[in-house]
């Protein structure tokens, strides 16, 4: 599960990268740095770019899609649970975001972490991170939703590939290839949901 992911690129970047046309708003919030999950009571936001007819837009959104969870202790009681991470794909909380192409986003990054299985001699998981070399900002294949709150999105992810499996087996990312990124936003559930796979691991580095 990746819970932090950084974004150092600046916002006229990640416009470019994205095909964002000017003029846009100028964010006083770039570059974000490190982006870590939206919290119940203080909310944390990451950069967004959603399709809105032939144009692409960026929006700040927080990193967390709410949803209601029983309580251990009393299973009548409803928590609100904010899921980052978007791994079971037939599930009907995501379905409806999932199969409504103006539902999707592109989640750009610079280089995202996972910890690592074995703790250090300190007694604690490492973190460890990783990069595409060729493009100093790529995407996760992502989804969005309004909320009480504003818009929060969630990213897919997916089998490890060779480069993340010995650190963290369970999953990693969608990473979607700059030629997908059309695709992803804008194509029927039957044909965007073949880029859910593992991004070919002699394409990143383990930093």
């Not at 199969?99 to 300190?122: H, I, M, N, Y």
Request: proline fraction near 9%.
């Amino acid at each position: 599960m990746c819970n932090r992911y950084r974004l150092t690129a600046k916002q006229a970047e990640v416009a470019a990268t994205f095909g964002i046309r000017t003029p846009y708003e100028i964010d006083g919030t770039f570059p974000t740095g490190d982006i870590f999950p939206t919290g119940k009571k203080t909310p944390f936001y990451g950069a967004v770019v959603v399709q809105e007819g032939d144009d692409r837009r960026m929006e700040r959104m927080e990193w967390g899609v709410p949803t209601q969870v029983p309580s251990k202790r009393d299973p009548a009681t409803k928590l609100t649970k904010y899921v980052t991470n978007v791994r079971n794909l037939s599930s009907s909380f995501w379905r409806s975001m999932l199969t409504t192409p103006t539902r999707r986003c592109l989640v750009p990054v610079s280089s995202f972490s996972e910890f690592g299985s074995k703790p250090g001699e300190d007694g604690k998981k490492p973190l460890h991170w990783f990069d595409v070399p060729s493009r100093p900002v790529f995407a996760f294949a992502g989804i969005w939703r309004p909320t009480d709150r504003g818009n929060a999105y969630g990213f897919l992810t997916t089998e490890p590939n060779t480069i993340v499996s010995p650190i963290h087996p369970k999953a990693m990312p969608v990473v979607l290839h700059d030629t997908d990124y059309d695709t992803w936003l804008t194509s029927d559930w039957a044909r965007a949901s073949n880029l859910v796979a593992s991004f070919p691991s002699q394409l990143m580095r383990l930093l």
